[in-house]
C-alpha cells in the first residue's frame, strides 16, 4: 500500500510564488514516475508535470517557464515550485506515483491564486 501526502497549497496574490511537496510512503522506488495533477471547478483533471524515475520531465503548455518539478528520492518526495502564479492556476493540486498500469493519488491540496 502506497500512501501520498501533498502540503505547501494555499492562497497567493498573482504573481506570487508557492512550493509544494507530496511525501509518499510505502514500498516506493527510485524507478517510479511520479507527477502533479490539478483540478478546476467544473473542469477535468489535467497533468501539470510528470518526472520520470531517471529525472525526465514535461509539462503542460500552460505552466512552463513557470514551474519546476523535482523529486528527493532519498526521502520519497516530489515538489512543485510555481512562480509567477496566475488566477488561472487556482485548482485543486493533485501528486501521484505510477506502478507499471496502476496509479496512486494524494488527497489534493487547494491552491487558490487572486486576482
Known amino acids: 500500500q502506497v500512501q501520498l501526502v501533498e502540503s505547501g497549497g494555499g492562497l497567493v496574490q498573482a504573481g506570487g510564488s508557492l512550493r509544494l511537496s507530496c511525501a509518499a510512503a510505502?514500498?516506493?522506488?527510485?524507478?517510479?514516475?511520479m507527477g502533479w495533477y490539478r483540478q478546476a471547478p467544473g473542469k477535468q483533471r489535467e497533468l501539470v508535470a510528470r518526472?520520470?524515475?531517471?529525472?525526465?520531465?514535461n509539462y503542460a503548455d500552460s505552466v512552463k517557464g513557470r514551474f519546476t518539478i523535482s523529486r528527493e528520492n532519498a526521502k520519497n518526495t516530489v515538489h512543485l515550485e510555481m512562480n509567477s502564479l496566475k488566477p488561472e492556476d487556482t485548482a485543486v493540486y493533485y501528486c501521484?506515483?505510477?506502478?507499471?498500469?496502476?496509479?496512486?493519488w494524494g488527497q489534493g491540496t487547494q491552491v487558490t491564486v487572486s486576482s
Open positions: 501521484n506515483i505510477e506502478f507499471g498500469t496502476y496509479t496512486y
Open positions: 510505502g514500498r516506493i522506488f527510485s524507478s517510479n514516475n
Open positions: 518526472i520520470t524515475g531517471g529525472g525526465r520531465t
